[in-house]
């Protein structure tokens, strides 16, 4: 079974090797990284970003597990905002070896019952390349709708592109 935990700084070296073995892997996906984000050190500097904006309120940052109990990629519940939106934003990722194997479905349906039961949000809401289609999958997997597009939303693989808005809204919100 594939569980997500809250991301620790001991989770630094797993997180650093994992990134390291898959950066052409998620290179198209993600945004161009500095050298020094794919060291220990650097993964430690963004965990400690993570648990300052989990200390803020502003986000979550979990770990996603593999059956083994092995870290296999990361998820995030960003930019949490209260008030009248009380929304948040999710993004993930899984490495190579463990990807297509349902990790991902799993860890964003675990990041939407947090979301929803336990912070009480009105809804999440995800950003996807247009191209991205095990990205799609997963999100329409756990119940998002596609809502918008956003031209040149995002600086991915050193460029501006489009992406596709998809949100959920939280069923138990009258």
């Known amino acids: 079974m594939t569980t997500i935990r809250p991301v620790t700084l001991d989770d630094a070296p797993a997180l650093a090797e994992l990134l390291r073995v898959n950066r052409d892997f998620l290179a198209p996906w993600e945004p161009v990284r500095p050298e ?3 060291t220990v050190d650097g993964q430690r500097a963004d965990i400690q970003s993570a648990l300052e904006r989990q200390a803020q ?3 979550l940052s979990y770990v996603i597990l593999n059956e083994f109990g ?3 990629g ?3 519940l960003n930019g949490i905002v209260r008030g009248p ?3 948040g934003s999710v ?4 490495g190579a070896a463990d990807n297509g194997r349902g990790l991902a479905t799993a860890a964003v349906g675990d990041i939407r019952r947090v979301a929803f039961e336990e912070l009480g949000l009105h809804r999440i809401q995800a950003e996807i390349l247009l191209h991205n289609v095990g990205s799609r999958r997963v999100l329409e997997r756990n119940g998002f709708v ?3 597009l956003a031209p040149a939303y995002l600086n991915i693989a050193g460029r501006w592109q489009d992406h596709e808005m998809y949100q959920v809204l939280n069923p138990l919100w009258p």
């Open 91 to 94: 993004g993930y990722w899984v």
């Open 57 to 59: 309120g502003t986000g």
């Open 70 to 72: 092995r870290v296999a």
């Open 74 to 76: 990361r998820i995030a």
């Open 85 to 87: 939106l009380q929304s």
């Open 146 to 148: 596609r809502f918008g």
């Open 36 to 38: 020094h984000y794919f």
